[in-house]
């Protein structure tokens, strides 16, 4: 029996959870488990190169609560706002939400950036690569993953915003899978901690195909948590 790509399973999930959620009672705690995963456990995970060395309660301090509280107000923005064109301004407002009541100003950047060790664009770029990322966002010649992970990552690399760029990335290609039949990437495990950001370095030197299975086997695990909780009796 010819075994399935990575492509293929994700289809085989998608529509096993369709199914899931249809029959089971515990399609509610499928939904709060994937808010949990990523308003508290993956902003940890993503983190934890910045604090190695240090002990956990020393790790703690680098926690900032209110932006994870931010994250879950975005996420729930998402939630609501399901249908909504994703267009520049509605990528801009994720950004301005994760900046509230923190020392972050909201919006575009005002000066250059480096990102991942490379020279971002300048500011005079920004709105037009912003408005190529919609463009490539809704161009339906190419299919919704490649759509997906290619904003996530062209977001991280224009850089538009001061900080949270990653962030940002990450609830937007989210929000675009909702629009579109999935559900959203979460990276909670151990490993996601250095591999994420390899991942974004192999596409940065040409490896594309390394950083699209990167982001399927993220995609892979996430369903096979939510297919794992939909059946638990």
């Known amino acids: 029996m010819k075994k399935l790509t990575n492509k293929e399973m994700i289809e085989v999930n998608r529509r096993a959870i369709d199914a899931l959620m249809r029959q089971s009672a515990k399609n509610v705690a499928s939904i709060n488990m994937l808010r949990h995963e990523i308003t508290s456990v993956e902003p940890m995970i993503l983190a ?5 060395g240090f002990a956990k ?4 301090a680098f926690v900032d609560w209110t932006n994870l509280k931010n994250i879950g107000v975005a996420y729930d923005y998402i939630l609501k706002h399901k249908k909504t064109n994703i267009d520049m301004y509605q990528m801009t407002e994720i950004q301005k939400i994760l900046t509230r009541n923190t020392d972050v100003r909201p919006g575009y ?13 300048s500011i005079e770029q920004i709105y037009y690569k912003m ?10 010649n190419y299919p919704v993953l490649t759509r997906a992970f290619d904003t996530h990552f062209d977001i991280i690399m224009t850089q538009p915003y001061n900080d949270y ?18 559900r959203p990437i979460i990276f909670n ?21 390394a950083y699209t299975d990167y982001m ?13 909780l939909l059946k638990m009796r």
């Open 131 to 140: 408005e190529q990322i919609e463009y490539h966002l809704h161009d339906e």
């Open 48 to 52: 934890k190169p910045q604090t190695q």
């Open 165 to 182: 760029n990653k962030r940002t990335a990450r609830l937007i290609m989210n929000w675009f899978l909702m629009q579109n039949g999935y």
């Open 109 to 121: 950047r005002i000066s250059g950036a480096m990102v991942l060790g490379k020279f971002a664009p």
């Open 216 to 228: 399927e086997s993220s995609m892979l695990h996430t369903q096979k948590q939510i297919i794992k």
């Open 57 to 60: 309660d020393k790790q703690m």
């Open 189 to 209: 495990k151990k490993t996601d901690a250095t591999a994420y950001t390899d991942a974004l370095h192999n596409r940065i030197d040409g490896n594309r195909r």
